[in-house]
């Protein structure tokens, strides 16, 4: 017998694949009811409505991440350290979870991500244990004059859109991503927002 988590686990798993595939438009609740193989009234059960559907997946995924991400997490290293560990596990993460990366890819380029990112940029804490790794590192390098003096914004897009960049060419299998090559992006990419004066 099925028990209420499974339900919810499988209501979460199939609106994954479904908005990672077609997108948030494309997956009505009905459709994700279908593939789920629960009722099509049970999914309300578990979510008020599809808007909070979404943002619980996200919620789910980015607790995923930051998880990943603080599993070993040089604490108290330099910047350049916290940075290659940052970059690394995330480019791996999203490497071997290709639904999770194109799921996230679409929340932070719709209306629901553009304010979470926006919040998160101007300094309101999303997640209540404060946890924004790249955004403290960007802070901290600029403040120890390492990183180029840039709005955090463009930082973040110059160190981590090659990345979302190169892992899209990846899943279409443009490219072969391995450690080795993880390792000269990190390289290039800590180049690119590293002050000249570190150089």
Not at 127 to 143: A, C, N, R, V, W
Not at 161 to 173: A, E, F, K, Q, V
Request: glycine residues 8%; aromatic residues 10%; negative net charge.
């Amino acid at each position: 017998m099925m028990t209420n988590s499974d339900k919810r686990a499988d209501i979460i798993q199939a609106a994954l694949e479904l908005i990672a595939d077609r997108g948030f438009h494309g997956a009505p609740m009905s459709a994700i009811a279908d593939k789920a193989h629960v009722a099509a009234g049970t999914i309300y059960r578990y979510f008020e409505n599809k808007d909070v559907l979404i943002n619980e997946l996200f919620l789910e995924l980015e607790n995923n991440v930051i998880g990943v991400l603080l599993h070993d997490y040089p604490s108290g290293k330099p910047v350049h350290d916290q940075f290659f560990h940052v970059f690394g596990e995330l480019c791996r993460y999203l490497i071997s979870h290709p639904l999770h990366f194109r799921y996230m890819e679409q929340y932070f380029n719709s209306p629901y991500g553009i304010s979470k990112r926006r919040d998160k940029l101007v300094g309101k804490k999303i997640d209540p244990d404060g946890h924004d790794t790249l955004i403290g590192i960007f802070q901290e390098g600029i403040s120890q004059q390492i990183l180029k003096d840039l709005p955090l914004i463009v930082l973040s897009s110059l160190a981590i859109g090659p990345m979302l960049y190169l892992i899209r060419d990846h899943t279409l299998g443009f490219v072969a991503l391995d450690d080795s090559l993880i390792l000269q992006i990190t390289e290039a990419c800590w180049d690119g927002i590293r002050s000249s004066a570190n150089i």
